[in-house]
């Protein structure tokens, strides 16, 4: 038995197959499924159940793999210890974070760590869906917006306003909104699961929900931006994606005074990544650059 065999049937646990599990590694399919199959042999017991249409855990697979999976998180502690007698970061990171954001500001701070520690390589994927941070691996996410109950331990790294806006061209046709109600009768370009519900505003100083409606629903900050630049509607949004827009007079703010609460934006990870000297340091430099 070899780690490297812990390490692939522990990220084939995760996938769920062993395409996902490769693609993930970098290995090929192949190699993963004569790697598993060395594994169960070594050990004279069944772990996986492969048919055509998926991939089933035996009962000792389960086993095995809460043990593998503990021997895994043992070997980088010991190798992090080490790290940080050499006062050096090392080993493999995968963090997921959402697309906007993640591209507009993540995206340069993540490269100015690894300037700073040559030694790690990281896995980031870019996506609005809300992963499943243990099932599929994940050392760490970053979420925007409030967040469900878990078992996973959050760090806050800031705050995001959010703003009403609209083109010029659309608050010339058709009105600017004096009072909250007024949304009512206008096009509204909805964001993600917020828009399904209606839009949450401060109305003398409770907060209030209004079903807007419009003509375009998205789960991307970014088109929704694009279409009210157009002139299709008023679009409520965090700051950092309307901003640019903003300054260059392509949109325009409305009802100031009734913005909605911030967004948090939040660091998520599994329990046993807590004691992890990698997401200590991280957790430190994000919110040291965010908050500057």
Not at 41 to 64: E, M, Q
Not at 82 to 97: A, D, N, P
Not at 191 to 214: I, M, S
Not at 227 to 240: D, M
Request: glycine share 6%; net charge neutral; hydrophobic share 45%.
């Amino acid at each position: 038995m070899q780690i490297e065999d812990l390490r692939i049937y522990v990220a084939v646990m995760n996938a769920g197959n062993f395409t996902a599990a490769a693609d993930q590694l970098m290995l090929s399919k192949q190699y993963v499924s004569r790697r598993m199959a060395a594994l169960e042999a070594s050990l004279g017991a069944r772990l996986l159940i492969r048919n055509t249409r998926k991939l089933s855990v035996t009962d000792a697979g389960k086993v095995f793999a809460q043990h593998a999976q503990r021997i895994l998180d043992d070997i980088q502690e010991a190798e992090q210890a080490v790290s940080e007698r050499r006062q050096e970061l090392h080993g493999t990171f995968r963090i997921s974070m959402p697309m906007s954001f993640g591209m507009s500001h993540l995206s340069p701070l993540i490269a100015d760590f690894l300037a700073e520690h040559s030694a790690l390589q990281f896995q980031v994927e870019l996506a609005d869906r809300y992963v499943d941070v243990i099932g599929e691996g994940f050392d760490m996410a970053i979420r925007i917006g409030t967040l469900s109950d878990s078992t996973l331990i959050a760090r806050q790294l800031g705050e995001l306003k959010r703003v009403i806006c609209c083109s010029p061209a659309y608050l010339k046709r058709a009105g600017e909104p004096k009072v909250p109600e007024d949304l009512l009768q206008h096009a509204c370009l909805r964001y993600g699961r917020e828009g399904q519900n209606g839009w949450e505003l401060k109305v003398d100083g409770k907060k209030k929900v209004l079903a807007v409606q419009g003509p375009m629903m998205s789960n991307n900050g970014e088109v929704l931006c694009d279409a009210a630049i157009s002139g299709l509607g008023l679009v409520l949004l965090p700051e950092f994606i309307v901003g640019p827009a903003l300054q260059r007079g392509e949109l325009v703010s409305v009802l100031d005074a009734c913005h909605p609460d911030s967004l948090c934006l939040n660091a998520v990870y599994p329990q046993h990544r807590q004691r992890s000297e990698v997401n200590r340091v991280l957790l430190s430099f994000l919110q040291q650059r965010l908050n500057a």
